[in-house]
């Protein structure tokens, strides 16, 4: 008679803040993407303000992201940096030249559209003065980059089957949900 061998708990050391990073790099710059996308949404489409001309830039290079990213996670492509890096590092530098220019830290160059590029839609005064709408693209547009090389020189494989589909999903259904819901609300 065979004797029942008794379950033993795996146990895996605690994980830190760069290990969860490394596994959920991909959710968080889909999260990133999503946010970023759903914000310069809500300034045109409910708010109102017309982008200019390197906003618009700045949504050809992040729009995509956020399809890139969620069929990426999705078809567990696990070298999804190869084609979100290129886009995601040429947004910053659209991003950072534009913010340099909202800040009067350049001069400002003309631009085709009916808005300057320079125009300041955001007028925080004080200590957040800083934050401006090139700003927000910019930190986006990091975030995505720095979880993109990170999943490009981790060791450790993402997180990936089911669960992270799931959250995939739910990522994109809860942004979509919130801006949706702001907008409906303003």
């Known amino acids: 008679m065979d004797r029942v061998q008794p379950i033993e708990l795996a146990t895996t050391p605690s994980t830190g803040l760069l290990d969860w990073l490394t596994l959920s790099c991909r959710h968080v710059a889909l999260l990133a993407a999503m946010l970023a996308t759903g914000g310069s949404l809500f300034f045109s489409e409910v708010l109102g303000w017309i982008p200019c001309e390197l906003c618009w830039y700045q949504r050809?290079?992040?729009?995509?992201?956020?399809?890139?990213?969620?069929?990426?996670?999705?078809?567990?492509?696990?070298?999804?940096?190869?084609?979100?890096?290129?886009?995601?590092?040429?947004?910053?530098?659209?991003?950072?030249?534009?913010y340099l220019m909202v800040m009067l830290i350049i001069p400002p160059a003309p631009c085709a559209g009916a808005v300057p590029c320079a125009f300041d839609y955001?007028?925080?005064?004080?200590?957040?003065?800083?934050?401006?709408?090139?700003?927000?693209?910019?930190?986006?547009?990091?975030?995505?980059?720095?979880?993109?090389?990170?999943?490009?020189?981790?060791?450790?494989?993402?997180?990936?089957?089911?669960?992270?589909?799931?959250?995939?999903?739910?990522?994109?259904?809860?942004?979509?949900?919130?801006?949706?819901?702001l907008g409906l609300m303003m």
């Open 60 to 98: 050809i290079l992040m729009y995509p992201l956020a399809v890139l990213l969620f069929v990426g996670i999705w078809r567990d492509d696990r070298k999804v940096y190869l084609y979100v890096l290129p886009l995601s590092l040429m947004g910053i530098a659209v991003s950072l030249y534009h």
């Open 122 to 181: 955001i007028n925080i005064p004080g200590v957040l003065s800083f934050i401006k709408i090139p700003f927000l693209a910019l930190v986006a547009f990091v975030i995505i980059s720095v979880m993109m090389a990170n999943l490009a020189l981790a060791d450790n494989a993402p997180a990936c089957g089911r669960l992270a589909r799931i959250t995939a999903t739910v990522i994109v259904v809860a942004t979509t949900l919130a801006f949706v819901g």
